[in-house]
C-alpha cells in the first residue's frame, strides 16, 4: 500500500552512549525518559505519530510538511528548555526531515523518502535540522521561517543529489553550514 505524501521525521541524540557511560545506566534511563516524553509530546501536539524509537532517536510521519517543520522547533526548543534546567547534562540532537510517498508494512514505514529523511538526520550535527526543498516547499506556514542554503547532497545508495535546506530554528542564528553548489557525497552510511 502507498502512503500519499507524508512528511517523515528522524531525531538522533548526539553522543548518549558517551552520556550514559558518565552518567551511569539508572540516571541515564531517567534522562532518555525524560527525552522521549519531549519527543512524544511534540509530536502530538503536531499531529504527527510515533512511527518507532531508534535506540536514542524517534522516526514520526506527519500529514503535512508544516507540522514536521514545526514539530522539529519544538523539539528543539524542548532540547534547549532541558538544557537550562539540567546544565550538567546537555544534550544535543539532530533532525531531518523530508516527504513523498513511501510503503506501509507491518506498521512501518518504507521507502525512498524514509531513506532521505533519515540520511538527512545522520548528516546533521547536534542542534541542526535539515529538511529536504520538497519539504521546504511544501510548507504552507503562515509563521515567517528561515533556511539556509545547503544545495544538493548525493547519500550513497541514491542516484541523485537531494536539494537541502538548513531549517534556522534558533533567533539569531547565523550561517554555519556549507553555501549551496557542486554535490556533497555523504557516505558510508548505509546502502
Known amino acids: 500500500m502507498r ?4 512528511t517523515f521525521l528522524f531525531t538522533d541524540l548526539v553522543g548518549s552512549t558517551r ?3 558518565r552518567l551511569g ?6 534522562v532518555m525518559r525524560g527525552h522521549f516524553a519531549m519527543l512524544r509530546s511534540a509530536i502530538s501536539q503536531h499531529d504527527g505519530h510515533v512511527v518507532k524509537t531508534l535506540g536514542d532517536g524517534i522516526m514520526a510521519i506527519f500529514r503535512r510538511p508544516d507540522d514536521g517543520v514545526s514539530c522539529s522547533i519544538a523539539m528543539q526548543h524542548g532540547v534547549i528548555r532541558h538544557n537550562g534546567a539540567n546544565p550538567d547534562v546537555e544534550l544535543a540532537m539532530r533532525v531531518g526531515v523530508h ?3 513511501a510503503i506501509r508494512m507491518a506498521g512501518d514505514y518504507y521507502g525512498i523518502p524514509v531513506n532521505i529523511a533519515k540520511r538527512l538526520c545522520d548528516h546533521c550535527t547536534g542542534g541542526q535540522v535539515l529538511v529536504s526543498e520538497a519539504v521546504r516547499s511544501g ?7 528561515d533556511f539556509l542554503e545547503i544545495g544538493g547532497l548525493l547519500f550513497k545508495g ?3 543529489p537531494v536539494s537541502t ?18 554535490p556533497l557525497f555523504c557516505g558510508p552510511g548505509g546502502s
Do not use: F, M, T, Y
Not at 502512503?3 to 507524508?6: C, D, F, R, V, Y
Not at 545506566?25 to 531517567?30: I, M, P, R, T
Not at 535546506?165 to 557542486?182: C, I, N
Open 3 to 6: 502512503a500519499a505524501n507524508l
Open 158 to 160: 541514491l542516484s541523485a
Open 139 to 145: 510548507v504552507q506556514s503562515d509563521r515567517p521561517l
Open 19 to 21: 552520556l550514559i557511560d
Open 25 to 30: 545506566d539508572h540516571a541515564g534511563e531517567q
Open 165 to 182: 535546506v538548513e531549517l534556522l530554528w534558533k533567533k539569531g542564528a547565523g550561517p554555519r553550514a556549507r553555501s549551496a553548489g557542486s
Open 99 to 101: 516527504c513523498g510517498p
